[in-house]
């Protein structure tokens, strides 16, 4: 495999896209004057050092028999075509056609289409789901969002035409997936706990902030894209959009900022506003073993797992994510291992729950 193979002593990482033949054709940044035999893990190894951005790709086709690349291209679609007055959006590395990257030595992701995500390691194939999907983050999502309508002002809310929907936390998704996306690229392990309104005596937190959630940010963006979309055909209109465009690249920022946090030892610590509460928190496991413990709810990713095999499958780390949301109603946790695997542990006013196999 390709990602056995070193260059310059470094392991091999990068991407392969095959693009899907229904879809408009992906046009190439750089296109090769003959087209680049891929007949070796060597020939794969060499080209791939080139992608250093994280949508960059071999564009890969049939020729003669022969797997080929023409060229190198870049799958953003927001970077590749830029609009203005447009909500924040992350390259997730969902599209249509096959997505094949190489993470690390002996470690393959495959992408096909939108939703289809498996992952080899060890010569074992897992698939993943989006961690949007799992019921505790969806409704914690949607809290978001439904918060955020009681917000902001009616001038807003009811602009025609509508400058947000009613029932889809999109942003939010956006904001979670760049966090969680840092995180894993990362590589180092880490976990970042989203508190209900109280509990916060179950963490010893080393660093504590005072920052402002990141709702606020939302808040600020919603109501600055109303009046740009006002005032972008009037003379101080150009003054707004830069505004806009300002607030939107800020708040992806911080959310990647919040992702980095995760580098360091000890938990980055949310409450459901997205505030950063601290980080290098460390969980009282003694602590959270003397209140009310919730019963286990099972894992919707793996239903033959028992809460035994969880607490002897995986590590401190992991452990004591699940003993926190036991002990603590309405909690999640999102758990990145250093191979940049992605978990959930999360708990109702019943139950504590956890879900496997996830990406960002």
């Not at 392991?11 to 992906?26: A, F, I, N, S, V």
């Not at 938990?267 to 460390?282: A, P, Y």
Request: charged share 25%; net charge negative.
């Amino acid at each position: 495999m390709a990602s056995l193979e070193t260059d310059e002593q470094r392991p091999t990482r990068g991407k392969l896209y095959l693009p899907p033949y229904h879809e408009p054709k992906t046009s190439a940044v750089f296109s090769f004057t003959e087209p680049k035999v891929l007949d070796s893990p060597e020939h794969i190894a060499r080209l791939c050092p080139t992608l250093i951005s994280d949508d960059a790709v071999l564009i890969v086709t049939e020729c003669e028999n022969h797997l080929v690349s023409t060229g190198i291209a870049y799958l953003d679609d927001q970077h590749a075509d830029y609009k203005l007055l447009d909500l924040p959006r992350d390259w997730t590395e969902r599209r249509g056609g096959l997505l094949v990257s190489i993470l690390a030595p002996g470690e393959i992701r495959m992408r096909q289409g939108y939703l289809c995500d498996y992952t080899l390691r060890g010569n074992v194939i897992v698939g993943r789901s989006p961690v949007t999907t799992t019921r505790p983050v969806e409704i914690w999502l949607k809290e978001l969002h439904s918060n955020l309508l009681t917000r902001l002002p009616d001038s807003v809310t009811t602009r025609r035409p509508s400058v947000l929907p009613e029932d889809d936390p999109a942003v939010f998704s956006v904001i979670l997936s760049r966090v969680l996306n840092t995180a894993t690229r990362l590589r180092h392990g880490g976990t970042i706990v989203v508190l209900p309104n109280q509990g916060g005596q179950l963490i010893t937190i080393k660093h504590t902030t005072t920052s402002r959630p990141l709702t606020e940010f939302v808040d600020r963006l919603y109501c600055t894209w109303a009046e740009a979309r006002d005032k972008e055909d009037k003379p101080d209109g150009t003054r707004v959009i830069g505004r806009f465009e300002t607030l939107r690249h800020s708040l992806l920022t911080t959310a990647e900022a919040l992702g980095g946090l995760t580098a360091t030892d000890g938990c980055v610590v949310l409450n459901r506003s997205m505030r950063l509460i601290g980080f290098g928190g460390i969980i009282d496991v003694e602590q959270t073993k003397l209140g009310p413990q919730l019963v286990w709810g099972g894992s919707p990713s793996d239903p033959s797992m028992t809460e035994q095999s969880l607490l002897e499958q995986f590590g401190t780390r992991h452990r004591s994510a699940y003993l926190l949301c036991r002990a603590l109603p309405n909690t999640i946790v999102f758990v990145v291992s250093q191979d940049g695997d992605l978990r959930v542990f999360a708990s109702d006013n019943e139950k504590a729950y956890y879900f496997g196999s996830l990406s960002p």
